[in-house]
């Protein structure tokens, strides 16, 4: 058993002291990140994931206490999500996902082991994921065309859900990508506070899987320098149909993003 000693004599102040100083050497190293991810679902963490593979420092903010996103209920709280053979299956081997055969060409996975595979892949590639943070505005300069997103003003998600008139905090960032799924809330946002950039988040299409999984993907990409949209995001920001428990294309959709910021980021 273990016995404190001279610890215990320390008191509870100074565990608070040690938590206090290990909490804020992090949040400083947030302060300024390549990337800002808003958004732990499916593909956020990807997203995440494959940037921080490549040498990006990232941090992902979520505004729940957990990861995963519209996933992790599967399709009506039943423990299954399907995935078809391809460019989606070939990441959840890579995350050592258990692929369950369900037709030719098509798996089943289970979302809840797909989502903690995904944040632990993220984290041990370099991304940090810090849960209970809302994100409240965006850091802008310019204006119009030459409009340039540079970072997202934090907030806790407590303090948002009660209601307080606290000021939030600044977070510096080279990109921000939203992958807050069907709120597409970092896009509302802009097109809010900019409306001469004419954006519209009209909402996604309605019911049409292949489509929509197709879709997802082909519209990835940037909104404004330095703002690019993944996932659900895209289908509410584009009009494009939505594809249910059908949810490769989210995984593509975060790799794709990934993958153009990583070459944009490269060409600056």
Do not use: C
């Not at 040690?18 to 990140?33: C, E, K």
């Not at 303090?159 to 990109?175: F, T």
């Not at 993907?217 to 909104?223: F, N, P, R, S, W």
């Not at 993958?259 to 490269?266: F, G, K, S, V, Y």
């Amino acid at each position: 058993m273990f016995y404190p000693g001279e610890l215990e004599r320390r008191g509870e102040g100074f565990l608070a002291s040690l938590i206090y100083d290990a909490a804020f050497q992090r949040m400083r190293s947030f302060s300024r990140v390549d990337v800002a991810v808003v958004g732990a679902g499916p593909a956020g963490l990807t997203a995440s994931w494959i940037l921080a593979e490549k040498g990006f420092s990232v941090v992902v903010l979520e505004r729940t206490l957990g990861v995963g996103g519209g996933i992790r209920g599967g399709s009506m709280l039943l423990p299954a999500a399907l995935l078809e053979e391809g460019e989606a299956a070939d990441i959840a081997r890579r995350l050592g996902v258990r692929l369950r055969e369900a037709s030719e060409n098509l798996y089943s996975v289970d979302p809840v082991e797909l989502t903690l595979k995904l944040a632990v892949k993220a984290v041990d590639s370099g991304a940090a994921i810090w849960p209970g943070i809302h994100v409240e505005d965006l850091v802008t300069e310019g204006r119009g065309s030459s409009l340039r997103v540079k970072g997202v003003l934090i907030n806790l998600t407590p303090i948002i859900v009660s209601g307080m008139h606290v000021d939030p905090m600044y977070m510096e960032a080279k990109a921000v990508i939203d992958a807050t799924g069907h709120d597409a809330y970092v896009a509302r946002i802009l097109a809010k506070r900019h409306p001469e950039l004419g954006l519209k988040v009209p909402g996604m299409a309605s019911q049409n899987a292949w489509l929509g999984e197709r879709e997802v993907v082909e519209k990835t990409g940037m909104i404004v320098p330095g703002l690019y949209a993944a996932g659900m995001s895209v289908a509410e920001i584009h009009n494009t149909h939505r594809m249910g428990p059908l949810i490769g294309g989210m995984l593509v959709s975060g790799k794709k993003a990934a993958e153009i910021i990583a070459e944009d980021m490269r060409g600056r």
